[in-house]
């Protein structure tokens, strides 16, 4: 069936999908408006003069409209204060209102500012992990108690030409939704529409949606779900694209471009923000970084069509079946490439920011857990004892059979021509953009694994229809994807090669990453960026995961110098996830996900979470952390740091 998985306008030509134009005060939002940039305050929403400065720095930094928490009336009262405040010193951008279970709150701040952004897990619903039984009939009722909650402020912004962005989170979807759909990408989608159907049947359109998760893979499905559904339906509404709860730093940039990359390489996202747990004004220039590669992708070369009857399920994660040659492909994590080739001779000491080093007193290698599966080395062959886990991949030209090291060869045909060829594993580079390769790479043996190129500007579709056409000819030849960076900042660099490979991660259609930077970055960034974006997508797992909330005027404690201090204590914990969120109102829903949880619950107090449940309440801030790592041992999740 054609067109069965159609979430956006095309897989393979740049476009982005045509969402109603919305009306927030003065700026359009969707339509042919450029993607908006946004972020949310972290003051407390009482204190006028903070909330406006802190407002002002985000709005020089490039933000284009403003979120404020508003956790009650009186917050709700006092945006009337910092509106007028702004727009006296000249600033008139948008704020919004950040409305968590108080219709009440909502209902005030629409007198006074442009838009109202609910939760539809909260409006009018409680969360407390239940499952409900419910008929067709109880759940009708249900249906008809919150449309007569949330009519009274449709019919609010409706008058006040106010806008309302529908803002699900994967982390506070409320109980009757997960009971009916499941704590799924489709109870979020269904969540949305509810709310959606309450403002169509009030004939009232100015809307935005959003569907965040941290979890960039659920996030993702979940915007794809949605947007294939407003497709369908005569009304897509705008995109406000988010990754919550995405950390700080490294891992927070990389988790927000996986996510908030993938949509927008496929046009989805009309609107973005990225949490992350810094200043809000630090937000701005990464979403600044992510929209504006997009701003010429229209001029890409010609990519061959394709409708949306995929192999694969963009909607649910399943790997792209491969066979295994040697640790690649198959049930094999996909491995990570480091390129050395620029290198004329190679040392043990260039190893090192691969995850390598070696211990002159014990003559022995300490391996990382982010240490790299295989080093390109291009004509030069190393000539030291190599760490048993590390392997070489070197020009096909200057190949022998020795241990640990196998050939790449430039195309198919030298490949078929050469008579030095390695009988377990042979790497293949090829150009994805000539698709008649597809037939030729069937015909190959079993010990090839291709190394995918490509120069079109809009390379991570083409990589993808190559893929497919793999994919569609039934052809399980392994696939690593090669992406080469230049003269870039260092953050540039991680949020591009998060979108280009996270991208085809995401959806399993990728055995590996060989990540290549010329003039900018290092082999330690290289390593720390390949092994994160494959933590972000799930697919390999080497550290400790964080899902710690941006913070906004809830927050009741420092949110980045705790995150660093759980980050000391814990970050040899891989694979353990670990919450920190500001306040218990939306903290326990928000990192529903994590193995345990520390949540401010006052001033200076905590309380400390194993998964869904509390288990120490009201500990001092003080002890906090300590009291964290014993939870963490009296469970048996503890082991202790290795020192290299
Ligand atoms: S969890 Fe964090 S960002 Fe979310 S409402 Fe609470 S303090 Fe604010």
């Given at each position: 069936?054609?067109?069965?998985?159609?979430?956006?306008?095309?897989?393979?030509?740049?476009?982005?999908?045509?969402?109603?134009?919305?009306?927030?005060?003065?700026?359009?939002?969707?339509?042919?408006?450029?993607?908006?940039?946004?972020?949310?305050?972290?003051?407390?929403?009482?204190?006028?003069?903070?909330?406006?400065?802190?407002?002002?720095?985000?709005?020089?930094?490039?933000?284009?409209?403003?979120?404020?928490?508003?956790?009650?009336?009186?917050?709700?009262?006092?945006?009337?204060?910092?509106?007028?405040?702004?727009?006296?010193?000249?600033?008139?951008?948008?704020?919004?209102?950040?409305?968590?279970?108080?219709?009440?709150?909502?209902?005030?701040?629409?007198?006074?500012?442009?838009?109202?952004?609910?939760?539809?897990?909260?409006?009018?619903?409680?969360?407390?992990?239940?499952?409900?039984?419910?008929?067709?009939?109880?759940?009708?009722?249900?249906?008809?108690?919150?449309?007569?909650?949330?009519?009274?402020?449709?019919?609010?912004?409706?008058?006040?030409?106010?806008?309302?962005?529908?803002?699900?989170?994967?982390?506070?979807?409320?109980?009757?939704?997960?009971?009916?759909?499941?704590?799924?990408?489709?109870?979020?989608?269904?969540?949305?529409?509810?709310?959606?159907?309450?403002?169509?049947?009030?004939?009232?359109?100015?809307?935005?949606?959003?569907?965040?998760?941290?979890?960039?893979?659920?996030?993702?499905?979940?915007?794809?779900?949605?947007?294939?559904?407003?497709?369908?339906?005569?009304?897509?509404?705008?995109?406000?694209?988010?990754?919550?709860?995405?950390?700080?730093?490294?891992?927070?940039?990389?988790?927000?471009?996986?996510?908030?990359?993938?949509?927008?390489?496929?046009?989805?996202?009309?609107?973005?923000?990225?949490?992350?747990?810094?200043?809000?004004?630090?937000?701005?220039?990464?979403?600044?970084?992510?929209?504006?590669?997009?701003?010429?992708?229209?001029?890409?070369?010609?990519?061959?069509?394709?409708?949306?009857?995929?192999?694969?399920?963009?909607?649910?994660?399943?790997?792209?079946?491969?066979?295994?040659?040697k640790n690649?492909?198959?049930?094999?994590?996909?491995i990570?490439i480091?390129?050395?080739?620029?290198?004329?001779?190679?040392?043990?000491?260039?190893?090192?920011?691969?995850?390598?080093?070696?211990?002159?007193?014990?003559?022995?290698?300490?391996?990382?857990?982010?240490?790299?599966d295989y080093i390109?080395?291009?004509?030069?062959?190393?000539?030291?004892?190599l760490?048993?886990t590390l392997n070489v991949i070197?020009?096909?030209?200057?190949?022998?059979?020795?241990p640990q090291t196998y050939?790449?060869?430039?195309?198919?045909?030298?490949?078929?021509?050469?008579?030095?060829?390695?009988?377990?594993l042979?790497?293949?580079?090829?150009?994805?953009?000539?698709?008649?390769?597809?037939?030729?790479?069937?015909?190959?043996?079993?010990?090839?694994?291709?190394?995918?190129?490509?120069?079109?500007?809009?390379?991570?579709?083409?990589?993808?229809?190559?893929?497919?056409?793999?994919?569609?000819?039934?052809?399980?030849?392994?696939?690593?994807?090669?992406?080469?960076?230049?003269?870039?900042?260092?953050?540039?660099?991680?949020?591009?090669?998060?979108?280009?490979?996270?991208?085809?991660?995401?959806?399993?259609?990728?055995?590996?990453?060989?990540?290549?930077?010329?003039?900018?970055?290092?082999?330690?960034?290289?390593?720390?960026?390949?092994?994160?974006?494959?933590?972000?997508?799930?697919?390999?797992?080497?550290?400790?995961?964080?899902?710690?909330?941006?913070?906004?005027?809830?927050?009741?404690?420092?949110?980045?110098?705790?995150?660093?201090?759980?980050?000391?204590?814990?970050?040899?914990?891989?694979?353990?996830?670990?919450?920190?969120?500001?306040?218990?109102?939306?903290?326990?829903?928000?990192?529903?996900?994590?193995?345990?949880?520390?949540?401010?619950?006052?001033?200076?107090?905590?309380?400390?979470?194993?998964?869904?449940?509390?288990?120490?309440?009201?500990?001092?801030?003080?002890?906090?952390?300590?009291?964290?790592?014993?939870?963490?041992?009296?469970?048996?999740?503890?082991?202790?740091?290795?020192?290299?």
């Amino acid at each position: 069936m054609a067109d069965q998985f159609k979430y956006c306008n095309s897989l393979t030509e740049y476009s982005r999908l045509k969402t109603i134009e919305v009306n927030v005060g003065n700026i359009g939002v969707g339509g042919d408006n450029p993607i908006r940039l946004q972020s949310m305050t972290t003051t407390d929403t009482m204190d006028t003069e903070l909330s406006i400065e802190q407002a002002i720095r985000m709005i020089e930094a490039g933000c284009e409209l403003v979120r404020y928490t508003a956790p009650s009336k009186k917050e709700a009262e006092n945006l009337k204060l910092i509106r007028n405040g702004l727009n006296s010193k000249g600033y008139t951008t948008p704020l919004v209102a950040d409305i968590h279970f108080t219709p009440n709150a909502a209902e005030v701040a629409a007198l006074y500012i442009e838009k109202i952004r609910v939760n539809p897990g909260n409006y009018a619903d409680k969360k407390k992990f239940e499952e409900i039984d419910y008929t067709d009939e109880s759940y009708k009722t249900e249906l008809i108690r919150i449309k007569e909650k949330f009519t009274p402020l449709v019919l609010l912004c409706k008058e006040k030409g106010r806008a309302i962005r529908i803002g699900t989170n994967h982390g506070s979807l409320s109980d009757r939704i997960t009971s009916r759909f499941g704590d799924s990408a489709v109870g979020m989608v269904e969540s949305a529409l509810e709310f959606i159907k309450i403002c169509e049947d009030n004939e009232f359109y100015n809307l935005v949606i959003s569907m965040k998760s941290s979890n960039p893979l659920i996030m993702v499905q979940a915007y794809r779900i949605l947007a294939g559904r407003m497709l369908k339906r005569d009304k897509v509404y705008p995109l406000h694209l988010g990754v919550t709860e995405a950390g700080e730093g490294e891992d927070g940039r990389i988790k927000s471009a996986v996510g908030i990359g993938t949509l927008l390489e496929d046009g989805l996202g009309d609107t973005i923000r990225v949490s992350l747990t810094e200043d809000p004004e630090l937000e701005i220039p990464v979403a600044k970084k992510l929209a504006e590669r997009y701003e010429n992708r229209l001029i890409h070369d010609y990519i061959k069509p394709i409708n949306f009857d995929l192999p694969y399920n963009p909607f649910e994660y399943n790997k792209r079946k491969t066979n295994t040659v040697k640790n690649i492909g198959g049930k094999n994590h996909p491995i990570v490439i480091s390129d050395l080739s620029h290198l004329d001779t190679i040392s043990a000491a260039n190893i090192f920011g691969a995850g390598y080093s070696y211990n002159v007193n014990d003559d022995k290698w300490n391996i990382k857990e982010q240490a790299v599966d295989y080093i390109y080395t291009g004509l030069t062959i190393p000539k030291f004892a190599l760490p048993g886990t590390l392997n070489v991949i070197c020009d096909s030209t200057v190949w022998k059979n020795a241990p640990q090291t196998y050939p790449v060869f430039g195309d198919v045909d030298s490949f078929i021509n050469s008579k030095n060829k390695s009988n377990t594993l042979n790497f293949i580079c090829i150009d994805v953009s000539d698709l008649e390769l597809v037939k030729r790479v069937k015909d190959l043996d079993d010990t090839i694994v291709l190394v995918s190129f490509s120069s079109n500007f809009h390379r991570m579709a083409e990589k993808r229809r190559f893929l497919i056409e793999l994919m569609n000819q039934d052809i399980k030849t392994p696939v690593v994807i090669f992406n080469e960076y230049e003269d870039l900042d260092n953050e540039s660099l991680q949020l591009y090669a998060s979108t280009d490979f996270g991208a085809l991660l995401i959806d399993g259609l990728s055995d590996g990453i060989w990540l290549k930077t010329e003039n900018c970055s290092n082999l330690q960034l290289n390593t720390s960026t390949a092994f994160g974006i494959l933590q972000a997508t799930r697919t390999r797992i080497s550290k400790t995961d964080y899902i710690s909330c941006p913070s906004c005027g809830r927050t009741l404690f420092d949110l980045q110098e705790t995150t660093a201090k759980i980050r000391l204590k814990t970050n040899h914990l891989k694979g353990l996830k670990i919450g920190i969120m500001g306040c218990i109102v939306n903290g326990p829903g928000e990192m529903a996900d994590a193995d345990y949880g520390y949540v401010g619950v006052g001033k200076g107090k905590i309380n400390l979470y194993k998964e869904r449940t509390v288990v120490k309440k009201n500990i001092d801030e003080i002890k906090a952390v300590d009291e964290l790592v014993a939870l963490i041992k009296e469970y048996g999740d503890w082991v202790e740091p290795k020192h290299n």
